[in-house]
């Protein structure tokens, strides 16, 4: 904003201020607040009014008129200055505004103070013609605005379906000719992090100083920032590592077109340790120092109060005895022995019967097989398009060399093609074939479903987190009369429905129902 030199008043006395706006857009579009005021004036000069003030915003947007100070010190200065001022002229009626709304109540109120606004484009007064035009006008600035608007949301839209982002990487992940692939520099360390968090032994607070002094670091522009526990945790939120984009903005959750570096069974299996930090729930992941005395601490909760056990010494007469304890209104005192037999009876019961678990488990091997084709099918293919491309790379390098083809050509062609050896190089990524070996998850699926009771009593305190929290995402409550309140995850009620009582078994010795039947194949069912 500055003020104008002054000049001779005219014989009627009238006065008038000159509002210029320009958007970024505009000044690349040389829409300058120069050419803008170079008209204005030729206009007040026509119409014999003296502009007593000039007020200039640069690079404000006018859909709104938050965010907009030039335009509110102006009208302060029409309230403050009403009876000096006659009209207020602008270039065209949407430097004011466009939102129609907004522009007639600006009008509006300006009109209440004798004030005219004048477009030095366009025609505007106070006849009913005039105004219906003014209208139409400001309608149509709206409009404009409107469809931009659309043409952006529809395109940022159709990118993000296509499985494209359009904000910045995450970490660990950097663009290359609009695509998200690997960042050589952090890409290991983001994935070590991952696999350190899906241990459930360590809390945010833990893997935001340990991902810090591992030198991964958060950008912002040109700035570089330590990562903190907020940071970490929106980190390990993001589905984007599992190869599926997610927006606030959109429901849909497309495949992106980048390389996963997590499976989806990692990823919750992360949301699973991340959720127990949630109020109301239990905390399985590490969150104290651990205690060997007191296995099941913060861990179980009292189902009175709602709040995690703690575990402490009494001294006796004689001894020293053991007691979880609850630190709510209630402080009630439990025995281990009862706390952790109750528990460990309670898991006997829900271990799965041996049939039901050789039979979920050949549901496991064909699954795999079925996935381990398709997947080799797909790299299969994605390998013959990187050779016929690169073959095809290979003749567009000899007639551009030849003068067949122009530098223009050339690199028109040559990118085209790069952009699609990426996507092939993507779909060809074979990380996560590599990371499927049945051997040790069957092995593993056996070992610990076996007996879930005997399972308990060999894990050490950081597995009995992961053990729990896994069958109880929910979290594990301690009654008053001696029970415990629990709700087992969908994953070990799937695998508990293997039963007879779900699938029939037929007679003899160990379990003999196709797996054609448990892939909703059978014509019985």
């Known amino acids: 904003m500055r003020f104008a030199d002054k000049q001779v008043i005219h014989a009627d006395g009238k006065r008038a201020i000159i509002y210029l706006r320009v958007s970024s857009e505009e000044q690349v579009d040389n829409f300058s607040l ?3 005021e170079d008209i204005c004036r030729k206009e007040a000069k026509k119409r014999e009014y003296e502009i007593i003030e000039v007020f200039r915003e640069e690079g404000r947007s ?41 522009y007639l109540a600006i009008r509006k109120k300006l009109g209440e103070k004798g004030i005219e606004v004048i477009s030095s484009t366009e025609p505007t007064g106070d006849s009913p013609t005039e105004k219906l035009v003014e209208t139409i006008l400001a309608g149509f600035a709206q409009l404009d605005n409107d469809i931009r608007s659309e043409r952006a949301r529809n395109g940022l839209r159709a990118r993000y379906l296509s499985g494209l982002i359009s904000g910045k990487c995450p970490i660990g992940y950097k663009y290359q000719s609009s695509f998200a692939i690997k960042d050589s520099d952090n890409w290991d360390k983001v994935k070590r992090a991952w696999d350190l968090m899906a241990t459930g032994t360590k809390s945010l607070s833990e893997m935001a100083v ?6 991964l670091r958060m950008k912002r522009g040109k700035r570089t920032f330590k990562i903190r526990p907020q940071t970490a945790n929106r980190t390990f939120r993001l589905k984007f590592y599992m190869g599926t984009l997610s927006s606030p903005t959109y429901p849909e959750e497309p495949k992106g077109q980048h390389v996963p570096m997590i499976s989806e069974q990692q990823f919750y299996k992360v949301q699973a340790i991340l959720d127990g930090r949630s109020p109301g729930k239990v905390a399985f992941a590490k969150r104290n120092s651990s205690n060997t005395d007191f296995p099941l601490r913060r861990i179980v909760k009292c189902a009175q109060c709602n709040v ?18 609850c630190s709510g209104k209630c402080s009630k005192s439990i025995k281990p022995t009862s706390l952790e037999g109750t528990l460990i009876q309670d898991l006997k019961k829900i271990t799965p019967k041996k049939e039901c678990l050789d039979l979920f488990i050949s549901f496991l091997y064909s699954t795999y097989q079925q996935r381990l084709s398709r997947l080799k099918k797909i790299s299969s293919q994605a390998e013959r398009n990187i050779l016929e491309l690169k073959a095809t790379r290979k003749i567009l390098v000899e007639k551009n060399l030849s003068g067949v083809f122009s530098d223009e050509i050339f690199r028109e062609q040559n990118k085209t093609i790069e952009d699609k050896i990426l996507k092939a190089e993507i779909t060809k990524d074979d990380s996560v074939i590599d990371n499927y070996n049945i051997e040790k998850v069957t092995t593993f699926i056996k070992t610990m479903l076996a007996d879930l009771g005997e399972t308990y009593k060999r894990s050490s305190i950081s597995q009995i987190k992961v053990l729990l929290g896994s069958i109880f995402p929910s979290g594990v409550a301690w009654n008053e009369n001696g029970t415990l309140n629990h709700k087992i995850s969908p994953i070990y009620q799937a695998i508990n429905n293997f039963d007879s009582g779900a699938i029939p078994l037929r007679a003899g010795e160990g379990n003999r129902t196709p797996i054609f039947c448990l892939e909703g194949r059978c014509s019985s069912r």
Do not use: F, H
């Not at 995690?308 to 304890?325: E, F, H, I, Q, V």
């Open 34 to 36: 120069s050419t803008q």
């Open 62 to 102: 006018a859909k709104s008129i938050t965010g907009r100070p030039v335009l509110i010190n102006l009208l302060e200065y029409c309230r403050k200055n009403k009876q000096r001022i006659n009209a207020v002229i602008v270039y065209r009626i949407d430097r004011i505004s466009r939102q129609t709304s907004d």
């Open 210 to 215: 340990i991902m810090n002094d591992w030198g």
């Open 308 to 325: 995690g056990l703690t575990g402490a010494w009494s001294k006796g007469r004689n001894a020293r005895y053991p007691y979880y304890r």
